[in-house]
């Protein structure tokens, strides 16, 4: 399976911004569809967005939409969340994951490969 490798993550104040990455360092099918989670304490693991390169197509959750950005970089193989106006509330363990299919998905298990998450805290 792909291996996903994250970065970026880290502790910011209400209403400041940071950029994930996850690079995806290993290739054994074509990822085209890349997508974000997160999960906080206590709680299911939770839809972000995603992005069908085919397809060209995202997916929003309504909790982040018009503040969350999913990108990617077809250069350096690596997608992107860009946070904006963070909120306490974001504070989660953020994964990156992969699938071979086409769609833009919402749950869990469609995706096939999962990044080591990346801790955000934003503080009030």
């Known amino acids: 399976q792909v291996q996903l490798v994250e970065s970026g993550g880290g502790l910011v104040q209400a209403g400041g911004s940071l950029r994930l990455s996850c690079a995806v360092s290993r290739r054994p099918f074509v990822p085209r569809t890349m997508a974000w989670f997160r999960q906080a304490p206590g709680k299911e693991r939770e839809f972000v967005a995603a992005t069908s390169w085919s397809a060209g197509s995202t997916n929003n959750a309504d909790s982040v939409r018009g503040r969350f950005t999913i990108s990617s970089d077809n250069a350096k193989i690596t997608v992107y969340l860009q946070m904006n106006s963070l909120k306490p509330e974001d504070t989660a363990v953020y994964y990156c994951?992969?699938?071979?299919?086409?769609?833009?998905?919402?749950?869990?298990?469609?995706?096939?490969?999962w990044g080591q998450g990346s801790q955000v805290t934003v503080s009030s």
């Open positions: 994951a992969a699938a071979s299919y086409t769609r833009p998905m919402a749950a869990p298990g469609y995706y096939d490969c």
